[in-house]
């Protein structure tokens, strides 16, 4: 089965400091989506990303899915307060049916 | 509203009880899935429905069973519930895959405690 590694798993940054979390798939991916979870509560979807070598940003937010589409990348820049959360990929089995997630990365931004 | 709904919020059962969480969607997604959210563990699938009357096994299956009559509705049952079933629930759907706008829509989770 396919299993979706995130690292780091937790991740302490100053305010106005960029990160990166990465999503590794043990199979190649078909779609793959960022959420974003605040403690306590249901995720948000953040992007999808489906063709190799994709790209897609939001506001201070970039994903990035490599060429051969098993791994992706979550970059923040000039990160703050409002990005601390529970970060979470997920992706979609090759039916397309199943839609499962890695672990997550919990981001906290001191000020 | 359109949306996605848990219910209920919060529920506190005894060991050995069945117990059935509810989900409700309002955008006719063909697709439903339900997870639980654990400490170290993160969100794992426990059953997913491709449409009315189709479900699937996800990774932890084992003491849960889910029907799906309606499109809308996706109610998940611990038939006999163990303290190792307290989580974080949480259900999701989504429209059908590979086509555009195929993100799974997330429920604002049930916290189950079994006693």
């Known amino acids: 089965s396919q299993e979706l590694e995130q690292s780091p798993q937790s991740l302490i940054v100053q305010e106005g400091k960029n990160l990166t979390i990465n999503c590794t798939s043990s199979k190649t991916l078909y779609g793959l989506y960022w959420y974003k979870q605040k403690y306590g509560e249901g995720l948000i979807f953040l992007m999808m990303?489906?063709?190799?070598?994709e790209e897609k940003s939001h506001e201070k937010i970039t994903a990035k899915l490599d060429e051969k589409k098993q791994q992706s990348s979550l970059h923040i820049t000039a990160s703050q307060p409002s990005h601390a959360g529970i970060y979470l990929c997920?992706?979609?089995?090759?039916?397309?049916?199943?839609?499962?997630f890695g672990k997550g990365t919990t981001l906290s931004v001191s000020s | 509203d359109a949306g996605i709904t848990q219910s209920p919020r919060y529920k506190i059962t005894e060991t050995g009880r069945q117990v059935t969480l509810m989900c409700h969607q309002t955008w006719s997604h063909s697709y439903m899935f339900w997870y639980r959210q654990d400490l170290g563990h993160g969100l794992r699938l426990i059953y997913y429905?491709?449409?009315?009357?189709?479900?699937d096994k996800g990774e932890v299956s084992d003491g849960y069973v889910v029907s799906r009559s309606k499109t809308e509705n996706f109610p998940l049952t611990l038939e006999s519930a163990t303290r190792s079933q307290t989580s974080v629930y949480f259900c999701a759907s989504s429209g059908f895959p590979r086509t555009a706008n195929t993100e799974a829509f997330f429920g604002q989770g049930t916290r189950l405690t079994v006693v």
């Open positions: 997920g992706a979609r089995n090759q039916a397309g049916t199943a839609l499962i």
């Open positions: 990303l489906q063709k190799g070598g």
């Open positions: 429905s491709a449409a009315a009357d189709i479900t």
